[in-house]
């Protein structure tokens, strides 16, 4: 069903949010300088992630205040708990004799120990790096070697499955910490490791804005995955985006569905809401339509940030997964991970009385750049409007090869002007690459997009996703939004498919909403529901239906996994895929 363009931030109906501003204004006013008075910081001085996210709190009387709260366990833990634990972690850390700057990672699931380990290794000075627990060995031993891991903190179960088999590979791994009271050889338990630490230590180390902080590899969809080392300053940019984007606030109950593996779950299941203040609700159990429905509900859930993916997966199972349950504290949805289909927004209205907000960033900004926010109308389909203190542009190369500024509604390369806080800061041990992913200035991010009239940007595709078909540049993503807007969709992957004639056609996979046959007479339906929606040009040549869609642990369709499919080819490294039954 088509929808109108835009919704009115004022429209009737929606929640009224905290942080309603003047978007040109605040844009214009706005300087890091705020964020810094915000989090009680002097310019220039010193602050460390761990003690914004915990001891903070304490000197600001809030230290009974839930922090994190653990849905499968029924654990809790106060800013007052996760700041002593926190610290005692980082007692014990160097009591090992690490140093700051050493690399402490971990191999776990949503527990707390996760949360205490990420804090305590920031308070101590050491650069902390989550792995996504589903990983295979191979994927765990390269990501532990490139990152020289010093300490890894795990549980038995998968240390004896995923670090053991690859264990006399990592020369550098220092100590091997298991959640259970187990005792396996080469390893140490959770609670001997934490009783070791009252003799060394408490303080938070000194540390500045450039010191190094965090470890996030990218996917590694293509080729070896990429360490992006970010810095304590990136503390920043987690404040102003959790309020800017998320309107977090002291005590709001808030839930990311993002696994800490992967970096929103780690700038915005960890970092940013408890800079905030925020009551964190985790789940650890796989998804279940109910199951999250229950927890909006149960928990009272205010802000709610998750995935297409998962939006997607609530679409599909339809109103009667919901089973009367209405969430009617949720003031706030947003979603990031890749394009929020426009259709997926306007569900948002109808199920919860409001748009879901998309937005985009990468694990090389850091933090969410551009946003679909509460100060503005929403266009379903768009990533939104740069955030206060982000300059982004798009730019083409003139014929000389330089860059320049795109004109409204031009496709080029999205880019970003340096000196955002969450900035990366390296590759890991790639120098070389790093420094190619800059122009003067800007940050060159891979993606293809268009500006429009009213400042909006509209995602076209990575530059190497986007097909070309008879002197067309067509983005997957738009052809995936036209056919998820017809009544039987779920989802849609699209490719380009070579063509003798027109280079490449567009090839769309489509799977089914629950109760619908991929039946021919809804294949030539869908194909003639393409074209009258995007023309003949650019809508699918070929249609096939699909029992899933293949899409990295991440959630994102892997379209590069569908073409080979399609070619015959070498899949190639499928370390990091999920696919979905």
């Not at 915000?38 to 000197?59: E, F, K, M, S, Y």
């Not at 907000?357 to 679909?372: K, V």
């Not at 996979?509 to 007479?521: E, K, Y």
Request: with cysteine; hydrophobic share 45%; net charge negative.
């Amino acid at each position: 069903m088509q929808r109108p363009n835009i919704i009115r931030a004022n429209a009737a109906g929606l929640p009224v949010h905290p942080n309603w501003y003047d978007y040109a204004g605040q844009r214009a006013s706005f300087t890091w300088a705020q964020a810094h008075q915000a989090l009680g910081l002097d310019p220039g001085g010193t602050l460390n992630i761990g003690d914004l996210c915990t001891d903070r709190h304490l000197r600001q009387g809030r230290g009974q205040q839930a922090a994190l709260d653990f849905v499968a366990s029924g654990r809790r833990l106060s800013y007052g708990q996760l700041a002593a634990s926190s610290t005692q972690y980082g007692q014990a850390l160097r009591c090992l004799g690490l140093e700051p700057g050493d690399a402490v990672f971990t191999l776990l699931g949503r527990v707390p120990e996760l949360f205490i380990t990420v804090l305590g290794a920031l308070k101590a000075g050491m650069v902390a790096c989550p792995l996504f627990s589903a990983f295979g060995p191979e994927p765990v031993r390269t990501r532990l070697d490139l990152g020289a891991a010093k300490v890894l903190v795990t549980s038995a179960g998968l240390y004896q499955r995923k670090v053991l088999p690859v264990l006399d590979q990592l020369p550098a791994l220092r100590a091997v910490i298991v959640t259970d009271d187990v005792a396996l050889e080469g390893t140490r338990t959770w609670s001997s490791f934490m009783q070791d630490a009252s003799s060394c230590g408490a303080e938070t180390a000194v540390t500045r804005a450039d010191d190094a902080a965090l470890l996030h590899f990218t996917s590694g969809t293509t080729g070896k995955p990429k360490g992006a080392v970010h810095v304590h300053g990136a503390a920043l940019m987690h404040w102003m985006t959790g309020y800017y984007a998320l309107d977090l606030h002291p005590g709001d109950v808030y839930w990311c569905t993002a696994d800490p593996g992967w970096v929103t779950g780690t700038s915005y299941g960890i970092i940013a809401p408890l800079l905030h203040g925020a009551h964190c609700i985790i789940d650890d159990a796989e998804f279940d339509a109910y199951r999250w429905y229950s927890i909006l509900q149960e928990h009272a859930v205010q802000v709610w940030y998750t995935a297409p993916t998962a939006i997607r997966m609530l679409m599909k199972a339809g109103a009667a997964a919901a089973r009367g349950l209405r969430p009617d504290r949720l003031r706030l949805i947003a979603s990031v991970g890749e394009p929020l289909n426009p259709e997926a927004v306007w569900w948002g209205v109808e199920t919860f009385g409001q748009p879901i907000l998309d937005n985009w960033w990468q694990t090389e900004t850091g933090g969410i750049m551009i946003a679909n926010a509460p100060a503005f109308d929403v266009k379903p389909g768009s990533m939104g409007r740069p955030l206060p203190g982000v300059e982004a542009q798009v730019v083409v190369r003139d014929a000389a090869g330089q860059l320049q500024i795109a004109a409204a509604d031009e496709q080029g390369e999205l880019a970003l002007r340096r000196g955002w806080p969450s900035m990366f800061r390296a590759y890991l041990n790639n120098p070389e690459r790093y420094q190619a992913s800059f122009c003067g200035d800007f940050y060159l991010t891979g993606d293809l997009a268009r500006r429009d009239q009213d400042g909006y940007f509209w995602f076209i595709g990575r530059a190497d996703d986007v097909i070309k078909s008879a002197g067309h540049l067509i983005g997957p993503f738009e052809v995936e939004s036209a056919l998820m807007e017809h009544a039987a969709v779920a989802e849609a992957g699209v490719i380009g498919k070579p063509d003798p004639i027109a280079g490449e056609v567009v090839k769309a996979f489509v799977t089914l909403r629950s109760g619908q046959a991929p039946t021919a007479a809804l294949h030539a339906e869908l194909l003639a529901h393409a074209r009258q929606r995007l023309g003949a040009a650019v809508a699918p040549k070929e249609l096939e239906f699909a029992a899933c869609l293949p899409r990295t642990r991440s959630g994102k369709i892997m379209r590069r996994l569908l073409k080979a499919r399609e070619l015959g080819l070498p899949e190639g490294d499928t370390s990091t895929l999920e696919l979905p039954s």
